[in-house]
């Protein structure tokens, strides 16, 4: 008998709840064990009817013998960080899905998991229901790892979308993500970048085994995206995706952000829709990967998570994965400092603009010029778009 | 240290030498343990610089109690099955990428591993660098598997999307892919189907737990897909793929085809171009999830069996996977009797059919009549087309 404690009974707690009901057979045939949760830890208790599992204090689960695996879904870092680093510290292995707690400190509870020979597992944190994490680690064994690239947050995309396949604005699409229940009332975590933020350092964390803190990775929105661009991005076959991006650059550097990307039709990413999320993995000898699938949603983040807690159960006084060691000293490169290509519309005329840029496409030369430039640095972009009156600049995914 | 026996010194079997000399450091992170190939089987020796490890008896390995692992790289079935089955019962786990064989003597050969508690592993023979059997087995623990949909060979994948994309014929396409070395000379393993049938069974023997023999799955390839209807689906954003599908149907029954589909753009397995694979799995919980990466090539091929080498040499005496039992008995369903729709072109004018099918959509009334059909039998689709002058007929995707 594998015993649980449930932190939150939210969106992802109650899919948490339900799988492992419907499952318990199949749960049963994986591990050898009954998995039953002992306690769903809640602000204030109400009727449903498991409620006498309903507690409110976090003493009773922390101090309870019984309990080998604790699943972290109240979201946030306070309290759930004191909770999380009390139970390893009680050698109770963790799951979470937790994006925040994890980017911010994964590296110091990762630690605690080691020295108490347990489990710290997360694979829900970073694309819901997508096993990305797992494949990370468990099955590239025989690759580097050069770069990953991800569609990681579901209501952006869904915005994106409406944009490119009803011509929506913006505000339009926002508050109609609203109205289903996508955004959040204050959305900013999502459309500010920051949650894919969180998961793009989780993923470079995992690479690299370097804990990498989203203040220092420059992150961008998609509150400026205009639906002009989408539409001459459509009309060349093109559209504009919120990525996450991790690359090695070198044997030392590492360029990471999080920044609205021109993507084109060839890239699995540019096919990759609505809520689902989508990572691209670049190898030396596999090759191009990519996993696709749902992001979000009680079930498939249920699903990760209940998933999650079978490894813990198999692994029990055994630590699995181990932490990033401080060894591998990466540096983040100035996302100014890479050459890329970037998508460029301007308020001025083609005459007036022909002589400061060379070797471009242009893309739209009426009331605005529009054009892709060859690979340079934002850093000499700008200074080339100094005195020229700038509608948009997105960079381009090569 | 690890010892490995190597079987055959082609594609597969030059991908996992250079790996495992590349990789050396990486992997004995992973392992603990020094990975050494001692031994490579060959038919006849040649000049390379480590030809010190050719040698051309079989007994030699057999009977090496060094020998760990046995990666068998040789391909058919004979002598491969001999060998195989002879390491297992001499103790020895053996990965191999050789679909064939599993598709044909894998219920068998996990037997015999699990007798002996090694370990009978397979990733790199479906899919290639994509971990598909890896996340089937060990992600999807939450989960029941539905459907399995995938395009599971490049050479008839490249021979569509050059059909697609540059017009060209069924014949003009096979004679590239042969000439860039896509396609054999004797291509029918790949365009009638055969090893995209053995692949989904071998899938379907993982997802079911039972055993399905290729013999017993209706197989079409790709001989008779026609340019014209490759051009009538694009212009509705459809295009055809080779699919293996394996979809339980009811509690005991499963449905398993390898043929032609018309798939639509909305789909990620339509995005899947030149000789990329992609599966696509249907859950109950975790949703729809698709994987796409190289499904073939030395160091792809390599980089998967050399992930099955560190599985075997991190489990050495614990069979980890556990062949399907036989207490679950599917009944495979009859081809014709699964409902789905079709798209159908007949040499005849529109007011001679109209009577015949009811609620289709029309796509072309010139000189063929081109439709797509609501969902029936291909049995009753057959009864309709009994009286008319049929050009094609190809399932569609839903």
Same mark, same amino acid.
């Given at each position: 008998m594998a015993k649980i404690a449930l932190l939150g009974h939210g969106?992802?707690?109650?899919?948490?709840?339900?799988?492992?009901?419907?499952?318990?057979?199949?749960?049963?045939?994986?591990?050898?064990?009954?998995?039953?949760?002992?306690?769903?830890?809640?602000? @204030?208790? #109400?009727?449903?009817d498991y409620k006498e599992k309903f507690i409110t204090d976090f003493s009773i689960i922390e101090n309870d013998e019984e309990i080998d695996i604790v699943v972290e879904a109240i979201g946030d870092t306070e309290p759930a960080y004191e909770y /999380?680093?009390?139970?390893?510290?009680?050698?109770?292995?963790?799951?979470?899905?937790?994006?925040?707690?994890?980017?911010?400190y994964g590296y110091e509870l990762m630690q605690i998991a080691e020295e108490k020979n347990v489990n710290f597992i997360f694979e829900a944190a970073v694309g819901g229901a997508i096993p990305i994490i797992h494949e990370v680690r468990n099955c590239l064994k025989a690759n580097n790892v050069n770069s990953i690239s991800g569609i990681l947050n579901g209501t952006t995309n869904y915005i994106l979308t409406r944009m490119i396949e009803e011509k929506m604005s913006f505000d339009v699409a926002l508050k109609q993500a609203q109205e289903l229940g996508y955004a959040e009332a204050d959305p900013s975590a999502d459309i500010d970048g920051i949650d894919t933020c969180r998961k793009i350092c989780i993923l470079?964390?995992?690479?690299?085994?370097? @804990?990498?803190?989203?203040?220092?990775?420059?992150?961008?929105?998609?509150?400026?995206?205009?639906?002009?661009?989408?539409?001459?991005?459509?009309?060349?076959?093109?559209?504009?995706?919120?990525?996450?991006i991790a690359r090695r650059v070198d044997k030392c550097k590492i360029f990471i952000i999080t920044s609205p990307f021109v993507v084109f039709n060839e890239s699995i990413l540019s096919a990759t829709n609505d809520v689902f999320n989508a990572v691209q993995i670049e190898t030396d000898n596999a090759g191009?990967?990519?996993? #696709?699938?749902?992001?979000?949603?009680?079930?498939?983040?249920?699903?990760? /998570?209940?998933?999650?807690i079978v490894e813990c159960?198999?692994?029990?006084?055994?630590?699995?994965? @181990?932490?990033?060691?401080?060894?591998?000293?990466?540096?983040?490169?100035? @996302?100014?400092?890479?050459?890329?290509?970037? #998508?460029?519309?301007?308020?001025?005329? #083609?005459?007036?603009?022909?002589?400061?840029?060379?070797?471009?496409?242009?893309?739209?030369?009426?009331?605005e010029t529009v054009f892709i430039t060859s690979k340079l640095t934002l850093k000499s972009l700008n200074e080339k778009l100094n005195n020229v009156k700038v509608k948009s600049v997105l960079r381009v995914l090569d």
């Open positions: 969106v992802v707690g109650t899919g948490v709840v339900n799988i492992i009901a419907t499952k318990a057979e199949k749960l049963f045939k994986e591990t050898g064990e009954k998995i039953e949760i002992k306690y769903i830890l809640v602000r @204030h208790d #109400y009727d449903v /999380v680093k009390s139970a390893l510290k009680k050698k109770k292995s963790v799951v979470t899905s937790n994006k925040e707690l994890v980017a911010k470079a964390d995992i690479i690299f085994k370097n @804990h990498i803190y989203p203040e220092n990775v420059y992150t961008q929105g998609i509150r400026k995206v205009r639906l002009e661009d989408v539409d001459i991005l459509k009309s060349i076959g093109g559209c504009i995706k919120l990525l996450g191009i990967m990519s996993l #696709y699938g749902r992001g979000a949603g009680s079930l498939p983040t249920g699903s990760a /998570v209940v998933n999650d159960v198999l692994n029990k006084g055994k630590t699995i994965y @181990h932490g990033w060691n401080t060894e591998n000293k990466y540096l983040l490169v100035d @996302h100014t400092e890479v050459p890329m290509r970037f #998508y460029v519309a301007l308020d001025e005329s #083609y005459e007036k603009i022909k002589d400061i840029f060379e070797d471009i496409k242009i893309l739209c030369a009426e009331e």
